[in-house]
Each structure stands twice: as C-alpha cells, then as structure tokens.
C-alpha cells in the first residue's frame, strides 16, 4: 500500500470512529451513508476497531425492510482517563472512562501550602485512582491535570501565585513516576476544554465558547473556532486582573480594582469578613443558610453578581461567543447570583452582543477542570487509531 493510500485509510478509520462515538449505535451502511463510502470499507476498517476493542457490536438494529443490521457502539470502558483539578485548597482526582462519565473521584483538602507536601500528595491520590480503574483493554490511558497558575506550553508551571510555586515542571514529573501521556493545564483552560469536550456529544455545542473560572480568583479559559486559545506562550486568559475600578480595592498582582477582588470567592470571603457574619471557615452549606434569613448577606450575592455580570458583558464585547459558562466555586451558589448576572449583563453590554448569546452556569460543576484536563488525553488516545 502507497504512502497516500494508507494516508487515507488511516483519515477514513479515524472518521468512522469519529462517527461511531457521536451516532453510537450505528449500523455500518448509516456510516457508510454518512461519510460517502464504501460498505466494503467502512466493514474492513470496522473489523480492524472490533479487533482493537475500541468498539464494540451488538445487534440486530431496526430496519425499515430486510435483514436487521448489527449496531456498532463505542467502547467507552476501552481505557481510562485520569483527570485531576488542582486547586489552592484541594486536589479532586478523577477516574473517567472515555464518555466523561467519573467513575470514581477522590478528593483531599490541602492543609499545607508546602510544595513537596503538596506533590507528594498529587502522587499518591493518582497511585489510589489507578488502583480503582476496572480490567480495561488498554488501561490507564493518561493524565491530565489542572492547576491555579500559569503554564508554559511544555507543561511547566511558570507561576502559581496561590500556590506560592514557580517553574515547577509538573509534567516531567509525572511523566517520569507514571510513564504515560501527562497533561498539565491551566485550570481555566482545562474547565473551558472539559465545557467543550464534553458537550460535543450534544448538538448544541458551541465552537465559541468563554469559560470564567470563578474560584478564589478568576481565570477564563477561551474556545475560539473550536480550539482552545493559549495565547502565544499559554498566558492567555488571565481575565481576573482585568481593572474594572482604577481607583479601588488593591489586588494581589500590585495593581489597584481587579475584577476578580469584586466577583470571586475571595471577594465574598472579604465582604463575608466584614461583616462578621461568619467566624468560622467559609462554606457553602453555611452560606446558602445564612442567605435564607439574612438580607445583608443577599444583598452580598447581588453585588457580587453585579460585578460578575459587568465583566462578562466585556468578555461578550471583546469575544462575541456562543456561550459564556460560568463554573467553578461560585457555581455552587448559582440560585442567589444567576438573575443579578444576566441583568447586569444585559445592563452593560452592548445590546447586539447579548442577542442569541447563552450565558450558563456549568453543569459539569465541580468536575469541569478534572474532566477538561482528562479530556486531552482521551482526545490524544482517540486521535491515534
Ligand atoms: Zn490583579
């Protein structure tokens, strides 16, 4: 076989898996139908997926006259995917078959801002994960992880200001104790990427799509035309310090009014401080309660809310996506700050943007970084048959 005949041999399986994993169960004369070739093609190459276990057959499907045909489906238990979220003050690991579906998550509180502590820990709760995955055809297929803190394009964390690190090359790191693909991502661009990935299974995914991460700070991970946006060394994104008042609250970065000292979890841990409401450590379940009965605190959520409308409204101005998901730590309090946002959305940007614009919180909350960075190694995985 020519180079360019096996060149499009391999282009035509990699279509009908493709095909396979979004019209799961198919017959092969529907894929045949649908990419416009050959039944004798798409059986030999079927047969070829059959053998490497990355489909499965069942049958007989429907059929409108004659012989039922056999179904072919994805085999989405093949192999698994390791996707951890790194955050300030936890690690969530993931075990995600090939669909997105967890199927096993373990997650562990970070005490210590230690680094080595820190590490250590990342390599153990991987360690427990794996040992958790089913009997799999191919096993663990790689791991992605992503992290509060800016990254080279050579998987390096240049600077984790939270995390107090710099030039930690993580990647290598774990490369070398695991010996599989590694992924290491911004958090942000992760939970952008796991948006993406994991709504391609549905019709309404969008190719445009802005994902504010609103943890402790803010980040925003960019799908532009369908692939996600690093910026020329992976610095992209870093909307959190974007100035929304020159002359306001200080912020970490030196600079004076950044957005995310106005519509973050720390901004509402600063306003929840002062107002001496809670003297223990901030949580979710004690918050929402609180918000029940305190109208101080409510009206907390709909400053808040404000001002994390007023940025979305430039990130509408500046990008004009499809969907602008909202997730991470503020997720979680989507009833008390959905309605503030999208009126202040409505309120500050310019009208045509917010026409046919879908501005959501994640539903994949708290599993949008995790799945997004598990998400590149399936993504690889599929790509190489
Ligand atoms: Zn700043």
Known sequence: MSWSQQSIKSQN???????????????RASIA??????????????SELLEEE????YGPGSSSGGRRPLMLLFNEKAGFSIGIDLGVNYILATLINLNGEVIYEKKQTITELNKEVILTDVIKIIKETICSAPQSPYGM????????GIVSNEGVILLAPNLKWEHV??????????NVPVFVENEANAGAYGEKGFSLKYPEA????VYVSAGMGIG????MNGVLYRGRDGYAGEMGHMKIDLRGRQCSCGSKGCWEMYASEKALQLEVDNMGILSEELSLEKIRKEADTNKELREVFKRIGFYLGAGISNILNTFNPQEVVIGNRLAEYKDLLEDVVIESVNRH??????????IRFSNLTPYSTALGAGYFTIEKFINEF
């Open 220 to 223: 925003i991970g960019i799908i």
């Open 206 to 209: 969008a190719d445009n799509l």
């Open 13 to 27: 399986k990699s279509r009908i898996l493709q095909t396979i994993i979004s019209d799961s169960p198919i017959s």
């Open 54 to 57: 990355i489909i499965i057959e």
């Open 169 to 178: 090359p993580l990647k290598q790191i774990l490369e070398e104790q695991f």
């Open 349 to 358: 940007a310019l009208s045509f943007q917010t026409e046919n614009v879908t």
């Open 141 to 148: 297929i790689g791991i992605g992880i992503g992290v509060p």
């Open 33 to 46: 139908k649908k990419l416009k070739i050959t039944k004798g093609t798409v059986s030999s190459l079927a």
